[in-house]
T-cell receptor, first 111, second 115 residues
């Protein structure tokens, strides 16, 4: 069965520093991978996806993610964090069923 | 496009009452999903529809929960009777499955409180 794991419940980073939110996946076929962000009292918002092609995927708000097949990872990155990036981030995978979401990682960017 | 529309945004009801949550998906999308989010259990998929047909309702917690999609532009999630443990934020999402797509777009959610 397909699954994703977000090993960190919480990530703290100083404003201006690079940030990484980790995600690993498990699927039986080729993965479709997604990142979403959830701000307080809002629905999940699509950030970016990997379907095929370049391993480095660029998305909204300056975020990018790197697909690594050998490590079965799809980590979310941003070169310079903003306080406004503080939110809950979800990784998701689709194999042959609807998206399966990770448990989420809370990112806190400190000024 | 207005995005996925959910109503009401907030619902407070007493235990035993019937609750109906409503969703209007993005026009042209062919898949619709209902999720529940709580602090304890995180984000849970309750049921999803493809072309208005329920495909998988294994996430529906009990027979008290039911969902319908009478047409491509409207879906309901009903809880009858409601219980305090049903308190959560309920999200509706839609997607256009196929052709390399599959990302889901979420509505703002309905915050349900059952007292």
């Amino acid at each position: 069965a397909q699954s994703v794991a977000q090993p960190e419940d919480q990530v703290n980073v100083a404003e201006g520093n690079p940030l990484t939110v980790k995600c690993t996946y498990s699927v039986s076929g080729n993965p479709y991978l997604f990142w979403y962000v959830q701000y307080p009292n809002r629905g999940l918002q699509f950030l970016l996806k990997y379907i095929t092609g370049d391993n480095l995927v660029k998305g909204s708000y300056g975020f990018e993610a790197e697909f690594n097949k050998s490590q079965t990872s799809f980590h979310l990155k941003k070169p310079s964090a903003l306080v406004s990036d503080s939110a809950l981030y979800f990784c998701a995978v689709r194999d042959r069923a609807p998206l399966v979401f990770g448990k989420g990682t809370r990112l806190s960017v400190i000024a | 496009d207005a995005g996925v529309i959910q109503s009401p945004r907030h619902e407070v009801t007493e235990m035993g009452q019937e609750v109906t949550l409503r969703c209007k998906p993005i026009s042209g999308h062919n898949s619709l999903f209902w999720y529940r989010q709580t602090m304890m259990r995180g984000l849970e998929l309750l049921i999803y529809f493809n072309n208005n047909v329920p495909i998988d309702d294994s996430g529906m917690p009990e027979d008290r929960f039911s969902a319908k999609m009478p047409n491509a532009s409207f879906s309901t999630l009903k809880i009858q009777p409601s219980e305090p443990r049903d308190s959560a934020v309920y999200f509706c999402a839609s997607s256009l499955a196929g052709l390399g797509s599959y990302e889901q777009y979420f509505g703002p959610g309905t915050r349900l409180t059952v007292t």
